[in-house]
């Protein structure tokens, strides 16, 4: 390609970008000049062709926006690390991106009609700006499982990409921030980025009552499932578990029925990465926890119109369900309160150690055939001599397959795996099919196996492989449940609902 072809299809490149904005209705024609000499700014040209029109066939906005950004590394305009280009991404999708006044306007506007319609629009433009990563997301790995428990479903995260090693030692130098205090406050929304904080100037959030509290609804970046949302409060402030925690479960279910929302638990190892700023996850998604059955009902005397029960699942859940949020918001309390308070030493659960708690729990709120219903999936911290990483946590004999914390997701039945993973499943899978290849030193015990499964059943190896890894998930929630599902596990169970009646 010459020089002038360059500079063409840059110039090209710039009219279509925002003649796509036109024709979608995200921009007005009247601002066409505008946002042209906007984004020449930001990619660092001076000169134009002011004869060029759109192209007859406008191509995919995104690969314009490669374009742009390449064309900006190679002309100087920004340094050729990841987070220069992100920065810059970013700042171009800006353009096509209405101000929060606008979006909130029209948000409940539509809300006003039809709340679905709401949050439809807001998940659209989310993805038209190029907010949620489309096309990283699309790299994820996902395949399901079917259990006694329904079907699990298994993804490795190869959405969120690598960091640079050159990017990495530039951030140690880099002078220290506090804002935004956290990458979950509100100050995010339309902040540029810089080396250790991620570029946020095409970010937008609704803003939304909460039981008297101003709070905000964002879609995740990066999102593991459908219309994958945050609620988060618009103060900085500590997650914390109590009454007021389910009483915002439930109220963000009424002004969303169609959404489920759930909360990590508030301690370290079996809670969520983020515990400095209160925030909840939700979506449009059903997990298999959802549809897993109450196994075992019970009544709570105290609250005569909530449905109580033992879940069947692999984590140890008690599942509340009634009409009256208030006072099912009262029932999770109680029982929150009883599980703090709980020891049963032949099961290894102490509430606390020299004064520092071990018990809480992970709440799903969701509406359900008229009802509201609460998952409370009860959680315990400690550790051991023999499991230094969690008593309850994924044991050592599975952690080559997943070590972190369990989280929210994980517990109603989504794993999301590393993404070591990747390349490290490709190699099992060669060996199994027998090409010489080095397996990870923490895989081959549980390869040995794997090769047994093969040699007797003739299984695809892919096959073997993938039902290896959502054996491994089950194992990993069965070794977070704090009850386990043995005749005595059980037993201890029923010893705990027995100090609610």
């Avoid at 004869?51 to 340094?79: C, F, H």
């Avoid at 990841?82 to 920065?87: K, N, V």
């Avoid at 508030?266 to 969520?272: A, E, F």
Wanted: aromatic content about 10%; glycine content about 6%; hydrophobic content about 40%.
């Amino acid at each position: 390609m010459t020089i002038n072809e360059t500079v063409y299809a840059i110039d090209q490149a710039v009219v279509d970008f925002v003649e796509i904005g036109i024709v979608n209705g995200e921009t007005d024609a009247t601002d066409r000049i505008v946002l042209r000499n906007l984004l020449l700014a930001m990619i660092g040209k001076e000169d134009f062709n002011t004869q060029l029109e759109q192209s007859n066939t406008l191509p995919d906005r995104l690969d314009l926006l490669d374009l742009l950004v390449d064309w900006a590394v190679a002309n100087g305009k920004i340094a050729d690390y990841q987070y220069a280009r992100e920065t810059l991404e970013a700042q171009i999708m800006s353009l096509i991106t209405p101000m929060p006044s606008v979006i909130n306007k029209h948000f409940w506007e539509v809300y006003a009609e039809n709340p679905e319609a709401a949050t439809d629009y807001f998940y659209q433009l989310s993805q038209n700006n190029d907010y949620i990563k489309t096309r990283s997301i699309a790299k994820n790995i996902a395949f399901q499982h079917r259990t006694d428990y329904g079907e699990l479903e298994i993804t490795i995260n190869l959405s969120k990409p690598e960091k640079d090693p050159k990017q990495i030692a530039l951030a140690k130098n880099a002078p220290a921030s506090a804002y935004p205090a956290c990458q979950l406050c509100m100050e995010n929304e339309g902040y540029a980025g810089r080396i250790d904080h991620p570029a946020r100037a095409n970010h937008r959030i609704v803003r939304m009552p909460l039981n008297g509290e101003k709070w905000g609804l964002q879609y995740s970046p990066y999102a593991y499932y459908e219309e994958h949302c945050i609620f988060l409060a618009e103060e900085h402030k500590p997650m914390k578990l109590d009454k007021h925690t389910f009483e915002k479960l439930l109220g963000i279910i009424t002004q969303f029925p169609h959404y489920f929302v759930g909360s990590n638990a508030d301690l370290p190892i079996v809670g969520g990465s983020i515990l400095s700023h209160d925030h909840y996850q939700g979506g449009r998604h059903t997990f298999a926890m959802a549809e897993a059955p109450v196994e075992i009902p019970f009544e709570l005397p105290r609250f005569a119109s909530i449905q109580a029960g033992i879940v069947k699942w692999p984590m140890s859940v008690v599942r509340l369900a009634g009409k009256d949020e208030y006072e099912l918001a009262e029932a999770a309390t109680f029982v929150l309160d009883a599980w703090r308070g709980y020891s049963d030493e032949a099961a290894d659960i102490l509430a606390a150690t020299d004064g520092i708690p071990h018990n809480t729990i992970t709440p799903i709120a969701r509406m359900k055939d008229g009802l509201f219903e609460l998952d409370l999936v009860l959680r315990n911290n400690r550790t051991s001599p023999e499991f230094p990483d969690g008593i309850f946590h994924p044991h050592p004999d599975v952690q080559n397959i997943k070590k972190e914390n369990i989280g929210l997701i994980e517990v109603m039945g989504l794993a999301i795996l590393p993404p070591r993973l990747k390349g490290e499943l490709i190699e099992i899978e060669n060996y199994l099919n027998g090409e010489t290849v080095e397996i990870a030193p923490y895989h081959k015990d549980w390869v040995t196996a794997l090769v047994d499964k093969k040699d007797r059943t003739g299984a695809d190896a892919v096959e073997v492989v993938q039902e290896a890894v959502s054996k491994a998930f089950l194992r990993v929630l069965e070794d977070a449940g704090v009850f386990k599902r043995t005749p005595e596990g059980q037993q201890a169970f029923h010893r705990f609902v027995e100090q609610l009646h």
